[in-house]
C-alpha cells in the first residue's frame, strides 16, 4: 500500500490511483491465508490459485483495474 502512495511511484507511472488496486490484493491475500489455514489447501499454491474461482476473479480484477489506471 504504501508503494502505492510513494512520491516516487507517483512520479514514475504519473497516477496516484494506484491505491484503488490495493482492496484486490488485500483480499487476495486473506483469501489464501483462508484456503490455507481453514480448508488445509496448503502445500500446492500454484493449483490453489487455479482452482479457486474467488481468488482468480481477485487476480483479474486487479490486474484490469491496473492496466486502467495505468492507460
Known sequence: MLYTL????VQKF????????????????FRYLYLVYQ???GGRPEMI???????LLSVFLWVAVSVFILY
Open 6 to 9: 510513494d512520491p516516487g511511484t
Open 14 to 29: 504519473h497516477t496516484a490511483n494506484l491505491i484503488l488496486t490495493v482492496p484486490f490484493v488485500i483480499y487476495g491475500i
Open 49 to 55: 490459485l487455479l482452482a479457486d474461482r474467488p481468488l
Open 39 to 41: 480448508k488445509n489447501m
